[in-house]
């Protein structure tokens, strides 16, 4: 038996719908998707169908929800946008059915099966639109999963959905200008928890006044698959109520009680995650605790909050946690150990640029809102003489602070849509721009002596190419994302 003939043996009887059904439960908790979504590769789960087969089409738009979700925890959002328009017109159609009952299935376990695949690929998706800040996309989107959950009653993913759901909304009226305040927020989700706990039958819900050591009252390893999937999104639910209170902190009232409630919520989630082992969400709520700790100078906790991330499978998380652990280094003074850090995280970044293609869904935003930060804290104690560096030293990591930001701007494209493009260019990439074209001006305007006349051109030429990119890169971009037919004119 050859290679090829064994393989066959191992896929015969192996089918996507078992695969699909479970990976919520047993392929995201351990963040194992690849294995999901190879095997589902394997078996031509994602070939397209042309037959009238709703139990196959509902296989090929449950597959590509799985590459979704694949794709959303390594936050590649190429990745996920192109899931999302290969499988898009298969899901809408399968929506449509459900919604319509055009499904044409007597058995009920059948009809459930198909609307749980569609109802988890909307959900996806509109995931994936939310990273985007396409929130209005994103909303539309997980509303529909939330119709289609509550279409054929599936108790098990509707936390999950509905938390999301919230979440989305408050975005999609912020960007509509009917921006409701967090204290709305807060409500929506404190009702939703009360919903969810009123309509559960089968599952005993924790009661969101217990205190944390009883907060959770039943073992929660060797449950059904369905009753992991819901008490995931009961974490999802904690959590998200948890940013929630900690946003009203940040952006309106700096009243610390909101901190101990978001810090409350978050530790139940926790206190979930860890029965579940859900390395994932477990992470995000340490990361989210340790921001909690830090905005209290709690530097110690803080501390072995991110380094407890750090032990965690999820990559994206534990990098978000290194680069916070780096911040509390150059703020301790310990600047040897942060550049160390920094250093291993651009490398690793760009290894998976390489890897996919140039065009790396986070760039923008984890380089912008976690290695920036520690770059600039660092150059600035160097500025101040309150770290020691000798000229070369200090030229090296300008240069690749320089280097990073530059590329951060170049790897978006295809990536998002205008309206997003637009505003990360507004907020992040002009002010980058300044801050180069600053750099090269900068020492012909304060050189204590005369700079020699080829120094000062080498200066000014570099200047004068960052004006030129910055004027013509968002044009460029944009005409890029176009992607004009051959035979169109322009």
């Known amino acids: 038996m050859n290679i090829t003939q064994e393989i066959d043996v191992f896929l015969a009887g192996k089918i996507p719908r078992q695969l699909i059904e479970r990976f919520d439960s047993d392929i995201d908790i351990p963040l194992v998707h690849s294995r999901c979504t190879g095997l589902l590769e394997m078996l031509n789960a994602y070939d397209p169908h042309h037959s009238k087969d709703v139990l196959k089409l509902a296989e090929r738009v449950g597959a590509y929800w799985c590459r979704i979700v694949q794709s959303d925890v390594l936050y590649n959002r190429l990745a996920g ?5 290969v499988s898009q017109a298969d899901a809408k159609a399968l929506a449509s059915k459900v919604l319509n009952n055009e499904l044409g299935l007597s058995d009920e376990s059948d009809r459930r099966w198909v609307t749980y695949a569609v109802a988890r690929w909307h959900d996806g998706a509109g995931k994936i639109y939310y990273r985007l800040a396409e929130y209005t ?21 509707l936390p999950d959905i509905q938390s999301n759901v919230v979440r989305a909304n408050f975005e999609a009226q912020r960007i509509a200008g009917r921006p409701m305040n967090h204290e709305t927020l807060i409500e929506e989700f404190r009702n939703l928890f009360s919903e969810v706990r009123d309509d559960s039958v089968d599952v005993a819900v924790p009661n969101i006044n217990a205190d944390l050591e009883s907060f959770v009252t039943i073992p929660l390893q060797n449950i059904s698959p369905q009753e992991k999937e819901f008490f995931r999104g009961i974490s999802s639910l904690l959590h998200n109520w948890s940013v929630a209170y900690y946003d009203q902190y940040k952006k309106e009232t700096k009243n610390e009680q909101n901190l101990d409630r978001s810090l409350e919520l978050s530790q139940k989630s926790e206190a979930i995650c860890r029965q579940l082992e859900d390395d994932y969400r477990l992470s995000q709520a340490l990361n989210h605790q340790a921001l909690i700790e830090n905005e209290r100078r709690n530097w110690n906790i803080a501390r072995k909050l991110f380094e407890e991330v750090t032990t965690r499978k999820w990559i994206r998380g534990k990098r978000i946690a290194r680069q916070r652990l780096a911040e509390i280094d150059a703020d301790e003074g310990n600047f040897d150990r942060a550049f160390k850090t920094i250093e291993q995280l651009i490398s690793e970044l760009r290894e998976e640029r390489q890897r996919q293609r140039g065009e790396l869904g986070y760039d923008n935003h984890f380089l912008y809102y976690t290695v920036n930060v520690v770059f600039k804290k660092i150059l600035e104690a160097a500025q101040e003489k309150r770290v020691k560096l000798v000229e070369r030293q200090l030229s090296y990591y300008q240069n690749l602070f320089q280097e990073e930001q530059l590329q951060m701007i170049r790897s978006v494209r295809n990536v998002v ?6 505003n990360d260019f507004a907020k992040i990439f002009y002010p980058i721009y300044q801050d180069l074209i600053g750099g090269q001006i900068a020492p012909i305007l304060t ?3 005369t700079l020699n006349q080829k120094v000062e051109l080498k200066h000014l030429e570099k200047a004068f190419s960052f004006v030129e990119e910055a004027s013509s890169r968002e044009l460029l971009d944009l005409l890029q994302s176009v992607q004009l037919d051959e035979e169109q004119e322009f």
């Open 81 to 85: 946008l192109e899931a999302i328009e």
């Open 137 to 157: 996309q994103a909303n539309d989107l997980l509303e529909n999963a939330k119709q289609l959950a509550q279409h054929a009653d599936l108790w098990y993913c």
């Open 417 to 422: 849509k205008i309206s997003t493009y637009k």
């Open 447 to 449: 050189s204590e002596k």
